[in-house]
């Protein structure tokens, strides 16, 4: 099916491809996210949402109520402001919650291009135990000092939440939204997406962990600290996913489609 007619089924009207080259280049590499995100399980849903910014706009790209990850197109995401007026298709819908917490990150935050949030099954898993995420492997390690906590208060479509998604993000790239699910942030749809692997890798290693019965062995903080800098090259931040051009390639693989 093509991506007309999807966006017909959902009731909206077709986008005419911006003129903006780096709009158009945004779009393109979104959908490649989302189809590469689904391809990874981490939503098989159309409810979650990844967004990112259109640089130098007021304006960010972010996917439509009723479409699946699997079916997101360059020209099914819809071109929303700040205040929720949808500029790209005429008739389609954005979920409140999503659209609340999303559009209140990338407000706040200039340096934030791109938000992640699923509710993929290790991360709401971890999300949900007392003791947190713990970091077992050297991947884990780039998660040390980036993962903030979110107390569950409801569904996340009050406003008034996201000053405290933001206090509870902090300075960090990842935050497990407790009893909930995962989120990420990033300069780069790469950057988030990185960050969203290793914190959905580090849940899942965990919980097959804890499933074993055996006693758990987090890393201590110095080894996190030390493999985090190997790892980043002495830079203490996530700098993108390393895959990244890769994920690009399977996306292509799995269905060139995503890119009309
Ligand atoms: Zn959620």
Redesign the pocket.
């Known amino acids: 099916m093509d991506g007309n007619t999807l966006l017909e089924q959902i009731g909206a009207t077709k986008l005419d491809r911006p003129a903006n080259p780096i709009e158009d280049k945004l779009r393109v590499e979104l959908a490649a996210a989302f189809r590469v995100a689904h391809h990874l399980g981490w939503n098989k849903d159309t409810l ?1 949402h990844i967004t990112a910014r259109i640089p130098g706009t007021e304006t960010f790209l972010m996917n439509p109520v009723g479409l699946g990850w699997d079916e997101m197109t360059a020209s099914s995401l819809v071109t929303v402001d700040f205040a929720r007026n949808v500029v790209s298709h005429a008739g389609i819908r954005l979920a409140p ?1 999503g659209f609340n917490f999303h559009s209140g990150i990338l407000k706040a935050r200039p340096d934030v291009n791109c938000v992640i ?1 699923v ?1 993929e099954r290790a991360g709401t898993v971890i999300s949900s135990i007392a003791e947190g995420l713990l970091i077992l492997d050297q991947g884990g390690c780039m998660l040390h000092g980036e993962v903030g906590y979110h107390a569950f208060e409801g569904q ?1 479509k009050e406003n008034d939440e996201v000053p405290r998604i933001l206090r509870d993000l902090g300075t960090g790239h990842a935050l497990i ?1 407790v009893n ?2 995962l989120l990420s942030i990033g300069a780069t749809i790469s950057e988030a997406f990185g960050v969203m692997r290793s914190l959905v890798n580090a849940c899942e290693l965990q919980e097959r962990t804890m499933a074993t019965g055996g006693k758990v062995m987090p890393l201590a903080e110095e080894l996190q600290i030390h493999t985090k800098n190997q790892l980043s090259g002495g830079n203490n931040a996530p700098r993108g996913d390393h895959s990244w051009a890769y994920w690009l390639r399977l996306a292509e693989r799995l269905d060139p489609g995503f890119a009309e």
Do not use: Q, S
Request: aromatic fraction near 0%; hydrophobic fraction near 40%; avoid cysteine.
């Open positions: 979650n919650a949030h509710h996340a939204m909930h699910g």
